[in-house]
């Protein structure tokens, strides 16, 4: 009987102990998930500032050309990212408007996808540049390759074929960065949180071909 009694109250301990280790676990969660609930709008007044500048029109070949930069898109947590191996992808949303006294029309509308890679096997970085002829340029300068993520030199918007003379059009430009997946949930959490941010107001520039 007192083997027994001893032994029961050795797990009645043990049991008090695991249901206390359960709810101190459970505190610490719904601890964790407040806090993540209530850091977005504390980030948000930190937001990266991201805008699109220096954009100049082309029209004199066969297709009006855009250039223009993406200025403060990087900040020190996103470079920390791309040097662990985190793939990066800059979305580019271009739009051409006409337009006239009753009414706007889009006549062209499309996406770029600028990616940054880094191999840390070959220290070396990779970007991908749809518009560029040779697509993909590696670098092992991480400035020369924020610079290429940044720039559009001479992209091919829509044909001069299309536009009318004498008529009033408008060039759109935003810049966006696209959601990245990590394979640990609070990696992934940390990241949305810190970096999910970045997204440029509309730059507008008219122009009358």
């Not at 793939?87 to 706007?104: A, C, G, N, Q």
């Not at 993520?149 to 001069?160: A, F, G, Q, Y």
Request: charged content about 25%; some cysteine; proline content about 4%.
């Amino acid at each position: 009987m007192w083997l027994e009694s001893r032994a029961g109250g050795a797990a009645r301990h043990v049991c008090g102990k695991d249901v206390k280790s359960w709810v101190n676990r459970k505190f610490f969660f719904l601890f964790f998930l407040a806090a993540l609930t209530a850091y977005p709008p504390i980030c948000a007044s930190a937001r990266n500032k991201a805008q699109i500048s220096n954009i100049e029109i082309d029209m004199e070949g066969k297709n009006l050309e855009a250039s223009f930069r993406l200025m403060d898109c990087f900040n020190t947590d996103m470079e920390e990212a791309i040097l662990n191996g985190v793939p990066t992808t800059f979305r580019i949303i271009v739009y051409v408007e006409k337009s006239s006294l009753l009414l706007t029309s889009k006549i062209a509308d499309f996406t770029l996808r600028h990616t940054i890679r880094y191999n840390r096997l070959n220290n070396e970085f990779q970007v991908d540049l749809p518009e560029h002829p040779q697509k993909t340029l590696v670098t092992r300068s991480f400035d020369e390759a924020k610079k290429w993520m940044s720039t559009v030199e001479k992209l091919p918007v829509i044909p001069t074929c299309w536009l009318n003379r004498n008529q009033q059009y408008h060039l759109k430009v935003r810049a966006e960065l696209s959601k990245v997946e990590l394979p640990l949930f609070f990696r992934y959490i940390l990241f949305w949180v810190s970096l999910w941010d970045f997204e440029t107001e509309w730059r507008t520039v008219a122009f009358l071909y």
